[in-house]
């Protein structure tokens, strides 16, 4: 699919979804995220270099600033699936 025709699936098919970030979605970007820092990637938001912050809460930190450059797929009960970008996605603590 290429990139005109995503965007436009994209926003053709944003008002079919909830517009709002489950807990479970939530918690699997959070604990991927952990294991890319964990691993060495590096932080997207500033963090000091002598602070206690383990990978989980800076990536928790990341997820609600929605600085993650991430694409929610999510399956549809007709078995397509809608596409929602993080950063148009409501997030509840």
């Not at 053709?12 to 939530?26: A, G, I, P």
């Not at 078995?79 to 509840?92: A, F, K, M, R």
């Amino acid at each position: 699919m290429s990139a005109p025709s995503l965007k436009n699936s994209i926003e053709r098919r944003v008002e079919v979804s909830k517009k709002r970030l489950t807990k479970f979605e939530k918690a699997r970007i959070i604990g991927l995220r952990a294991l890319e820092l964990s691993l060495g990637a590096p932080s997207l938001i500033p963090v000091e270099q002598n602070s206690n912050l383990s990978a989980a809460e800076i990536a928790g930190q990341e997820v609600d600033k929605k600085v993650l450059p991430l694409i929610i797929g999510r399956r549809m009960p007709d078995g397509s699936y809608v596409y929602v970008p993080l950063s148009e996605l409501e997030i509840e603590d």
